[in-house]
């Protein structure tokens, strides 16, 4: 195995910095599209879908902890949205999944830097029904259900060729058949408590808008906004 090269980076890490959006876009109180952040996020998620440069604006990240507090965030994709909550497919025995199974407090984070935006959500993820998750597998080209049911996902394996091993056994098994969908694939729901939109300013007095599940009784206070569906929101230090 090769040793860490000594060459120096191409770059200075601590003087990378990015000039934002050259005309001003403030994200004041009165652009929000909605008063509730479900709507909020469709306008901003339909913009970055829309904007060329962003090839996965439904990448996001997925932070899990585990029971005794262990952090973990890897990216995953957003399958699939609306008042209910966020989903996304993955392997109920993979790390994330064993961490969900202990602590279902989630967050997801998109950035979508074409656009200077991002989205942070944190809530609770919990299954989606077995029917529900049948009905997306077989929505799949057929390639991925068959790495699905290859890849027991976050497992040690020996090395690739175990893998391609696997697959041509499963691919042989299911010739001309349906591919069952294994009992440790399926999709989760996020429930959204919070969600904040992020902007960037090109002087970086950046914008923050938070909505959090709320009291209605606490809100429209001088700092507190009373929004839509049990919502309030605030605006918060960049
Ligand atoms: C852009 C991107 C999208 C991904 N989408 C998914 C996904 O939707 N579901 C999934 O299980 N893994 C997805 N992965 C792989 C995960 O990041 C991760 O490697 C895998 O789920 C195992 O994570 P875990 O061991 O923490 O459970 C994606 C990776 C990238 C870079």
Redesign the pocket.
């Known amino acids: 195995m090769a040793a860490t090269p000594s060459a120096p980076l191409s770059v200075d890490i601590s003087g990378m910095r990015i000039k934002y959006l050259d005309k001003k876009e403030l994200f004041l109180e009165s652009d929000l599209a909605c008063r509730e952040p479900i709507g909020q996020f469709k306008v901003w998620f339909d913009e970055a879908c829309k904007t060329p440069g962003i090839l996965?604006a439904n990448?996001m990240c997925l932070a899990t902890a585990s029971k005794d507090g262990t952090p973990?965030c890897?990216?995953?994709?957003l399958k699939n949205f609306g008042k209910e909550g966020f989903r996304?497919?993955?392997?109920y025995s993979?790390?994330?999944?064993k961490d969900l199974a202990e602590n279902p407090k989630a967050a997801l984070t998109f950035y979508w830097e074409a656009l200077k935006r991002s989205v942070r959500i944190e809530g609770l993820a919990e299954k989606i029904s077995a029917s529900e998750s049948d009905k997306y597998f077989h929505e799949r080209p057929r390639d991925s259900q068959i790495g699905a049911v290859v890849s027991h996902?976050?497992t040690i394996i020996h090395g690739r060729e175990e893998l391609a091993a696997r697959e041509r056994e499963i691919t042989a098994q299911y010739e001309n058949k349906e591919i069952d969908r294994p009992d440790e694939w399926g999709g989760y729901l996020v429930v959204a408590n919070k969600v904040e939109f992020w902007q960037g300013q090109s002087n970086r007095v950046h914008d923050r808008i938070v909505f959090r599940k709320a009291d209605a009784s606490e809100a429209n206070g001088e700092t507190t906004h009373l929004g839509e569906d049990g919502w309030v929101f605030e605006r918060l230090a960049p």
Do not use: D, I, P
């Open positions: 996965e990448a973990s890897r990216y995953v994709l996304f497919f993955t392997n993979s790390r994330k999944g996902q976050s």
